[in-house]
T-cell receptor, first 112, second 114 residues
Framework: EAGVTQSPTHLIKTRGQQATLRCSPI?????VYWYQQALGLGLQFLLW???????NRGNFPPRFSGRQFPNYSSELNVNALELEDSALYLC???????????FGDGTRLSIL | GEDVEQSLFLSVREGDSSVINCTYT??????LYWYKQEPGAGLQLLTY?????DMKQDQRLTVLLNKKDKHLSLRIADTQTGDSAIYFC??????????????FGKGTSLLVTP
């Protein structure tokens, strides 16, 4: 069974640009979660999608947004990139909410 | 939110047992998890425990839960050099602010020396 897949592996952008990160959950998983792992800040919850709807978001500004498609894959969009957005962005998926979250290998976003 | 606390670094010799400790924040957390992160990789789910359990054993891994003290530990028996990684403790919060997001500790770097 394929795990959670994320693309691209690496993404280099400059300040003010926009970035799109993609995630394909494990087959059969309907919930997708996004986390940011920034140096020194640990893992911070960004967004949770379930059945195509945004269910909750963490303490991040509105320029972090996303969506979930009918096939349960998801996109994370970050607008007006800032230097401090440089981080590893991890996607996780799960069956309904009480099941463990399984993570992809992440997209490393570097802002120059 | 409040912090899940973990010691930052642990060094053990190959063949010894490793014990990684964690103090979590929410006594109503339903599930508690241990994840492993190797360099350049994502998080690998190692094991998890439901809050009504005190202990769970899975091959070389033993998880102990003390709900009264909100303390979680992970014991790795016969630690190998391949166990060198960062280990994250996480609680599944269940409140109106967090939905079902995981609240992570900062991670414990485990170094296994030959």
């Amino acid at each position: 069974e394929a795990g959670v897949t994320q693309s691209p592996t690496h993404l280099i952008k400059t300040r003010g640009q926009q970035a799109t990160l993609r995630c394909s959950p494990i087959s059969g998983h309907t919930s997708v979660y996004w986390y940011q792992q920034a140096l020194g800040l640990g893992l911070q919850f960004l967004l949770w999608y379930d059945e195509g709807e945004e269910r909750n978001r963490g303490n991040f500004p509105p320029r972090f947004s996303g969506r979930q498609f009918p096939n349960y894959s998801s996109e994370l969009n970050v607008n007006a990139l800032e230097l401090e957005d440089s981080a590893l962005y991890l996607c996780a998926s799960s069956l309904p909410v009480n099941q463990p979250q399984h993570f992809g290998d992440g997209t490393r976003l570097s802002i120059l | 939110g409040e912090d899940v606390e973990q010691s930052l670094f642990l060094s053990v010799r190959e063949g010894d047992s490793s014990v990684i400790n964690c103090t979590y924040t929410d006594s109503s957390s339903t599930y508690l998890y241990w994840y492993k992160q190797e360099p350049g990789a994502g998080l690998q789910l190692l094991t998890y425990i439901f809050s009504n359990m005190d202990m769970k054993q899975d091959q070389r891994l033993t998880v102990l839960l003390n709900k009264k003290d909100k303390h979680l530990s992970l014991r790795i028996a016969d630690t190998q050099t391949g166990d060198s990684a960062i280990y994250f403790c996480a609680e599944k919060l269940r409140n109106s602010n967090s939905g079902y997001a995981l609240n992570f500790g900062k991670g414990t770097s485990l170094l296994v020396t030959p």
